[in-house]
């Protein structure tokens, strides 16, 4: 690296002043360099020396008061009271700190501005329609300045004006009263704000105008842009031979007016006449011809990714070595992706990226909804975040009992009555506040309850309490302003409090002087390194293509000399290109990718050099190959070893039912009927957001066996009219049976949520076209048997490795009754319902009695009529379906050519008994073992899609 600035200004130091440095006093724009020039003079002088006095600029001003400092928060609530009073004298109505907050900040913003360049607020705040008025008024100001401030008033002088335009009249009247009285306030509160300061101090309103003569000599080191109160106070001290001036230049952009990276070094020293103690800038940039690595990154975090592997490369020797963050959003993930290093970190953790910040946000959201908006219920979203989150400390056995209890319910909004979390260490979390001045003090008491948890289970992070103090801090701030001003809402003081801790963020410490240093390109100022690492470089990023919000339109900013685009440009190009002055190891990273937030072009500092400079660039563009993942190997379970003894022991010898739905999961997946019955992996609970069938279908049986109980077991048949008697019963049982399937209790339609309501409606049309079919095809009926589930299992012989064992078949009944048809027929019959696609019509056997069956819905029914046959004695069960989208056209009998009745369906009986005996007999051979067929239709909502996605099919030998 060549000689670093800090270590010149060192050498310089020594050669004018010596050992006599007791009384000089050092000023610097930040406090980073300050540690570096220590180290530079230490290494210059060799010797214990008495050191120097540091300041930043701010400090070193701030001795010229005794005010005391004003927070920004102060400032934002005396800048409302004041404005509201300025309202109220001119007989409008005040407004609320929601409506005042967005424009707080802009108007202090801008009053900061003019205060820092000197502006005559009365001058600025003029209303110039006439032009000839500006030509007088302003007849100091050059042709360009009063064009300027012609053409800002000239969109106001067209007849008549925009409700716009007239509001934003009424506020610029209003601003230089507003501004008169802001600084009255602050003196009256014996505060004062930093602008307000370098105002004072030029018109000598400060308690000490000579505090400058404490010291001997007092040298400004690394500055650039100067605001108009500086340079009027560094040349004041420059001619009484009070300061000196330290510019880190280049003659590269100094002597080239074209390059605005010397803007304002160029000015400072040839407009203003401040002259740099180090002489004549050194031309060092315009004849390096070092390799500059430049890296054209598929993604914004892919420049993260990219430099974990180039610092992985180059060993991270003892060289110093910096990140510079052109885009300091990269922070987060450019420390998720460092390699095993130390660094030091200024730029801040952001509080917004910590779980600190999850936890109070989530906080705020709950109580916007339970005390704002006052709402008994809130989503459970709410609830599954808390408990699982880190720093809630919920007992397991707890939290377990919470989800269940909402995942049995299917509560997409859950009671706050019921939200009992007592081994939390915020018990009170869910619990409404009684009014909205407790907010912030129940905030902070959050806070400390987090403080002492996080102490307690560890010693905690420097980056945590540092994040907490701050916060209390702001908020203690917050709370001291809402209590001087009238009452404020819950869901506004939300807000302030949202932006208040936003900015917050905390310092990771490491060794400033060595190992890995990151920071962000504006506190590189003065600092060099051997090896610089530009992470953000692209074009709309450095520079910054938007300014901040301000009432002061361009024009009037150029009139003014105020700050605009083009000088936030400058002083990029600045930070930028002084790097390339000393490092050797330069290496600059963007996103080429282009998307909504980037426009994939490196920035033009970057094209600018390539085209102008020496400097070799070797361009990487990463290459992202698209790569198939290789082709996992398909699962296939053997049966064998413990897979077989599991299978053999829970259905042979613990006789394990096996029931109608596990023998068509076989069907349609063998492997799924391993995982589900055998390996018995069950799919987690969780809050379903779409329509569940299941539900649907359980709803509908259980009220269809309410309807029907009272008819079951009469001898004789009952007429079908009566079935008319039942149907005004029908909504109420439904919601009712709803309420059973969420376990809670209700009794009426308007407690239902959307999801309940139309599971009501459907339920409610499907048992009403169910009845009505009865009522048209039958005479009457007779009630055989109605939702057994327990009743019906029969021990179903067949032959496992050449010995005859059993399985043991179990039949859930839905109905089974003997129906009058009108023409005075005796039918027996067993009737499934279903509320999905299921059809009774089928092609051939040949595809239902098969692997991957075209209608399951025929076998479970004929499973059924077999258990049942085989454990009553009785025969010729007709199995029926009621699906109520078909059955008016399909009828309910199953049929493909031939209904399924007499003799036809006493051979289709016999047909799935072999089938049956076949199919068990293949689950229990060991020569065959569990895997998916791929042919098999597989659903979306199949939690176990994962483990048969790489099914392959069976080559025939």
Partial sequence: MNKPFLHSVAEDIYNRFGNDLADIAIIFNNKRPITYLKKHLADVYGKAIWSPQFFTIQEFFKQASDAAEASQLSQFFYLFQLHNEQLVAEGAEPETLEEFYPIAEIILSDFGQLDYELVDIDSIYMELYDTTKIDITFQHFTAEQQYFIRQFWQSFSIAGHSGLQQRFLKLWKRLPKLYKAFKQKLTQEKQINYPTLYRNLVEGHVAHPNFIQRYKKVLFVGFNAL????????????????????????????????????????????????????????????????????????GKNSQTKILHDVLEASGLSDQSAAILLADESLLVPLLQSLPDVKPNITTGYPLTQSPIYGLLNLWMDVQEEISHHHRLKIPFQYIETFVNHPLTSVAIAERERLLKDITDKQLFEVDIDMVTIASSVFPRFFKPLANPSVLIPTLVHLLDSLLVSIAAQDRISQIDSNLLIETKKVLNQLKQGIDNIAPTSIAFQIGLIRKAIAPINSAIEGDPLNGLQIMGLLESRCLNFDQVYILGANEGVLPKTSNSPTFLPNSLRQAYDLPILENQDALSAYLFYRHFQYSNGLHVFYNSLV???????????????????????????????????????????????????????????????????????????????????????????????????????????????????????????????????????????????????????????????????????????????????????????????????????FDFPMLINGKEETIRLF?????????????????????????????????????VFAPNTENKALIQTLFYAYVFEQVTGRKQLEPHLYVARRMREEGTLFHSKEFLEAETLTLVKEEFTTFLRSTLEEIFNPDIPFKHSPESKVYPSDPYTLFYRNAVEDVEE
């Fill in 227 to 298: 605001s108009k109160a500086e340079v009027h106070l560094f040349q004041k001290w420059q001619e009484e031979g009070r300061a000196l001036f330290y510019f880190d230049a280049d003659a590269y952009y100094m002597d080239d007016v074209q390059q605005e990276a010397g803007l304002f070094i160029r000015r400072n020293i040839k407009s203003y006449g401040l002259v740099n103690a180090l002489g004549e800038s050194p031309n060092i940039l315009g004849n390096r011809n070092t390799i500059v690595q430049l890296y054209a990154c598929t």
């Fill in 595 to 793: 998307d909504e937030s980037s426009t994939g072009e490196e920035s033009r500092f970057v094209k600018q050099l390539q085209f102008e400079s020496n400097f070799h660039f070797v361009v990487h563009t990463q290459q992202q190959p698209i790569r198939f993942p290789e082709n996992s190997k398909e699962l296939v379970i053997p049966k064998e070893g413990a897979i077989w003894h599991q299978l053999w022991n829970t259905f042979i010898v613990e006789k394990k039912k096996l029931a109608a739905t596990a023998l068509t999961t076989y069907l349609q997946s063998p492997l799924q009927f391993f995982l589900k019955y055998v390996a018995e992996i069950k799919e987690p609970p969780t809050i379903s957001h779409e329509f569940e069938m299941n539900r649907l279908g359980t709803v509908i049986h259980n009220v269809m066996e309410t309807l029907l109980k009272p008819y079951k077991g009469f001898a004789d048949f009952t007429p079908t009219k009566v079935l008319k008697t039942k149907l005004p019963e029908i909504d109420e049982l439904v919601v009712r049976e709803i309420g059973l399937q969420y376990h809670t209790e209700i009794t009426s339609v308007d407690v239902l949520n959307s999801m309940q309501r139309i599971m009501h409606k459907i339920a409610s049309a499907y048992i009403n076209v169910y009845l009505q079919y009865d009522m048209e095809h039958y005479k009457a009926f007779r009630i055989i048997e109605l939702e057994n589930t327990e009743d019906y299992t």
């Fill in 811 to 847: 039949g859930i009944i839905d109905r089974v009754d003997e129906v009058l048809t009108h023409d005075n027929q005796v039918r027996t019959r067993i009737v499934d319902y279903k509320t999905g696609g299921d059809s009774v019509e089928f092609k051939n056997l040949e595809k």
